[in-house]
């Protein structure tokens, strides 16, 4: 073992603890202050410190900034737009494994709708208003002006448990940036669009799409980013066996 690692003293444990818990999943970003490759390598590699099963290290990071962020971003916001216009378009995309159950159950569904109005509501889109749902949505394939967008990738053969270690490395790469002065977004909006997006990033022929994230500086400004989210309270899924 590394004895830098063993002999470590987090000198000010509020800092993590505030790294952690200003985590959010922004969705407004400064689109012109952009993030340095040097501090995306870093985060990336501080995060890249997360466990894995026999250390496996089942992550890959794919980075876009600049004219091929948008190249991506245009191709996958025309591919939503062409499922918006015609629903049969979706069966072209399919998503490589389910994040979301096939069937959805309380309190998952509750917390889920929640979130979902929660969301629409403070950006006044009321039930029914379809093209401004789209619009939102669409965001997403946007990066929310984030100048960094990263794609996260792991070959097909691994198993479920690599999922689990590269939750681990996300949460690093999101607290590591907290610690940068940076916001991120987690995103699975983008897993059903892989065919477009794996070749455009390079991928190999093994590999599936984790998810994608954004990256950059908050908009401040920005209404959707004052959206808080509840969590319940440890006590309440905690069970002390005696
Ligand atoms: C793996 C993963 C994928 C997510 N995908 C999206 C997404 O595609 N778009 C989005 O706006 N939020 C996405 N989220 C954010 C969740 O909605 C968010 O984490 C949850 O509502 C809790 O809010 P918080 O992250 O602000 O604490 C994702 C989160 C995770 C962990």
């Known amino acids: 073992?590394?004895?830098?690692?063993?002999?470590?003293?987090?000198?000010?444990?509020?800092?993590?603890?505030?790294?952690?818990t200003s985590r959010f999943s922004c969705r407004a970003f400064l689109r012109d202050r952009d993030v340095p490759r040097e501090t995306?390598?870093?985060?990336?590699?501080v995060a890249s410190r997360a466990p894995s099963g026999t250390n496996t290290q089942p992550w890959r990071a794919y980075v876009l900034q600049g004219a091929t962020r948008d190249a991506l971003a245009d191709k996958v916001c025309a591919a939503h737009d062409a499922i918006y216009a015609d629903p049969a378009v979706a069966a072209q995309y399919t998503e490589e494994y389910e994040y979301y159950p096939t069937k959805w159950v309380s309190p998952y569904i509750d917390r889920r709708r929640e979130n979902g109005w929660g969301l629409y509501g403070l950006l006044g889109i009321a039930k029914g208003e379809k093209d401004k749902m789209h619009a939102q949505h669409q965001r997403n394939f946007r990066f929310f002006d984030a100048p960094v967008g990263l794609m996260f990738t792991m070959d097909r053969i691994l198993g479920r448990g690599s999922l689990m270690d590269y939750g681990m490395f996300l949460e690093n790469v999101m607290v590591a940036a907290r610690a940068r002065g940076l916001?991120?977004?987690?995103?699975?909006?983008?897993?059903?669009?892989?065919?477009?997006?794996?070749?455009?990033?390079?991928?190999?022929?093994?590999?599936?799409?984790?998810?994608?994230?954004?990256?950059?500086?908050?908009?401040?400004q920005a209404p959707v980013n004052t959206f808080h989210t509840p969590r319940e309270p440890a006590a309440s899924f905690t069970r002390w066996v005696e």
């Open 183 to 220: 916001h991120t977004c987690p995103q699975a909006a983008w897993n059903g669009f892989s065919r477009i997006i794996l070749p455009h990033v390079g991928a190999g022929e093994g590999e599936m799409l984790v998810c994608g994230m954004s990256l950059g500086y908050a908009d401040l």
């Open 40 to 45: 995306v390598l870093e985060i990336l590699e």
């Open 1 to 20: 073992m590394n004895p830098l690692q063993v002999a470590t003293v987090v000198a000010d444990p509020a800092s993590v603890d505030a790294a952690i």
